[in-house]
Structures are given as C-alpha cells and as structure tokens.
C-alpha cells in the first residue's frame, strides 16, 4: 500500500528556509502526479503545490507562489518542497500525497521569532 514519510519540518525564523523531503513507497512513484498539503491549526487542509509525473509541469498555491519550490527525483522515489522567504502564516502539518491513498504522519513546519 502506499507509504509516505514526510521529514524535514521544524522551527524557523520568519524570511529563513525550509527544505521538506518525503519518501514514497508501495506504488509506481514515477508513474504519478505528486502533492504537498499543508493543514494550519483550525484550518482546512490545502493544497500547496503539485508537479507532474515527470517534473515538467508544477503549480502552486497564490499564497505561496515565487516563494516555494516543488520537485522530486523519481530515481530515489522521493518528493521535495523548497520553502525560501517563510511567514507566520506557513506555519502547519505539511503532507505529501499522491492523487489516492492515505494520509502520512506529516511533518511540523513553525515560523516564529
């Protein structure tokens, strides 16, 4: 089944830089279009950025936009999010997903000084 680790998450001064990382596993990876979510405390879940099988194509949340970078290498089945230029307001549980399949553990992002 699908198994996803998110790790990288931790606490950062506002304008510092995060680098999540998540690895996949139980299915083609290669084969699949790839998100990161992010859930802020008594918010809904969002969706941050996506990037196509191949990597070729991404696109991002307007909050977010100019700032993050999604990316991934398909060789080692994992998934990447870039976080440049953070704000309090990024603070959350960021996931990673596929189009299908379970939820992961997530990992903490807090942007505070």
């Known amino acids: 089944q699908v198994q996803l680790a998110e790790s990288g998450g931790g606490l950062v001064q506002p304008g510092g830089s995060l680098r999540l990382s998540c690895a996949a596993s139980g299915f083609s990876f290669s084969a699949y279009a790839m998100n990161w979510y992010r859930q802020a405390p008594g918010k809904e879940r969002e969706l941050v950025a996506r990037?196509?099988?191949?990597?070729?194509?991404?696109r991002y949340a307007d909050s977010v936009k100019g700032r993050f970078t999604i990316s991934r290498d398909n060789a080692k089945n994992t998934l990447y999010l870039q976080m440049n230029s953070l704000k309090p307001e990024d603070t959350a549980v960021y996931y990673c997903?596929?189009?299908?399949?379970?939820w992961g553990q997530g990992t903490q992002v807090t942007v505070s000084s």
């Open positions: 990037i196509s099988n191949s990597g070729g194509t991404s």
């Open positions: 997903k596929p189009d299908f399949g379970s």
